[in-house]
């Protein structure tokens, strides 16, 4: 059974900088496709980024690219969300998924998913 636990969020000002950190337990990390994704209130969870099991491709929303940083470490069995040059609407609930094969950007795509972090950036 996949376990997916998510750290590191909180409360910072715009401007400023977090990571975010996905902690993966049960069958082997280095098989699954890696996503981020987020959910502000009242609004669709979005697709945030990804990157494939090898850390080969990765891939951006439209809304973070160049701010945000999605790496891996297979070997700790984690997945990591550089968050820089934070706004406002990057408030968020962030969750990190698994995913075994589809489109990086589908949460259908997801077999399994974390409790989810809440970040949360003043103006």
């Known amino acids: 059974q996949v376990q997916l636990v998510e750290s590191g969020g909180g409360l910072v000002q715009a401007g400023g900088s977090l990571r975010l950190s996905c902690a993966h337990s049960g069958p082997t990390f280095s098989v699954f496709n890696m996503g981020w994704f987020r959910q502000a209130p009242g609004e669709e969870r979005e697709f945030v980024a990804f990157i494939r099991s090898s850390g080969s491709t990765i891939y951006y929303g439209n809304a973070v690219k160049g701010r945000f940083t999605i790496s891996r470490d297979n070997a700790k069995n984690t997945v990591y969300l550089q968050m820089n040059s934070l706004k406002p609407e990057d408030t968020a609930v962030y969750y990190c998924?698994?995913?075994?094969?589809?489109?990086?950007?589908?949460?259908?795509?997801?077999?399994?998913w974390g409790q989810g972090t809440q970040v949360t950036v003043s103006s």
């Open positions: 998924a698994a995913s075994y094969y589809g489109s990086y950007y589908s949460q259908g795509s997801y077999d399994y």
